[in-house]
């Protein structure tokens, strides 16, 4: 078939679909007014994860040419201009622009939703609260530092509720303002300078490293001095300007958690996780006894972190403090009746969230 032809089929094929976003428009704006109606929450995870897999599904059997990636990137704006009709959200995050954070939300809300960047965690926290944002997005653990306490420590006296989890692999890039044979200077944050370490010295031995307060950061500064480089975000890159040079460094990878905050926790899926908040007596077996109530009533404990209750000096009525991550919802029966049990012993336990299930995410 002649080009001109082809671009012809394409043209046509473009209308359509507009056509049809519009007619899907028309349908979020209906179910938009639904929803503010019954005071439902705009945003709805599990739908969201349903629809994507039902139609990454459909393409695999159809054998379509886009791959998995691609299908969610297409849809993930499709569904963030349908949020931005229902209702114009407005997302905290853990700033600077162009973190990782900053990547994660947009992967999760898309483009056409209002960012806001916050300096600190208790910052996200309190537009969440203050209902200056709708939702929030936090990291909560890391695969080499483990978990993000003050995330879980804000969780403790806050109303706030973890809504939904992002699974995310991490890959850093090499970005700069000029050729990849310019390079003399390479900034970076100290860990991901640590992380890339062995790469840099194979393919950059002669670049000088200089550390920056962030992969935010040191963006601006590679964007503001010529023969230099920084490693960071394909998204600092975009937003500073920078060509990226080095698009996924071999040993810089990793896997991160997010939660996105929110001020209701998430209805039940059937495929949900909690975390959930128990204070105790600090003594012999007090763990053991947690467990063994989860254990009765079949649930999965899948991660154990300990922290320190803040003020408890008393040596003789010393506490200690668990975060458990469980499978199941906190309105399931069987996790119901485990958490009442835990109650009776003598220990205390808030619920942090419940949340749909999820796979990791490039």
Known sequence: MPLENIRTKIDLI?????????????????????KRKEGLEIFAPDREEKLLRQLID?????KGRLPEKSIRAIFREIISAALALEQNLRIAY???AGSWTHQVAISRFGNSVLYLPEASTEDVFDRVEAQEADYGVLPIEHSTEGAVHHTLDHLVDSPLHIYSQILWHTETVLMSNGPKGSVDFIYGH???IAQCRKWLAQNFPEAELREAPSTSQAAAFASEHPNS????????AELQGLKIIAPSIDDSSSQARFIVLGRRTAPSTGNDNTILMVTTRDKMGALMDILEAFVKHGINVRQ???????????????HVRFFLEVAGH????????ALNEVNKDGSTVKVLGSYPASSWME
């Not at 459909?58 to 159809?62: F, G, P, Q, S, Y």
């Open 14 to 34: 473009d209308q359509e679909l507009l056509k049809l976003l519009t007619e899907r428009a028309e349908l979020v704006h209906e179910i938009g007014e639904i």
């Open 58 to 62: 459909l393409n695999k059997k159809n």
């Open 94 to 96: 853990l700033g600077p």
């Open 190 to 192: 100290p860990q991901v």
């Open 229 to 236: 480089a920084a490693l960071g975000t394909a998204l600092g």
């Open 304 to 318: 154990i972190e300990n922290r320190p209750v803040p003020g408890d000096d008393d040596a003789s009525h010393h």
């Open 330 to 337: 906190f309105h399931d029966p069987a996790l119901t009746k």
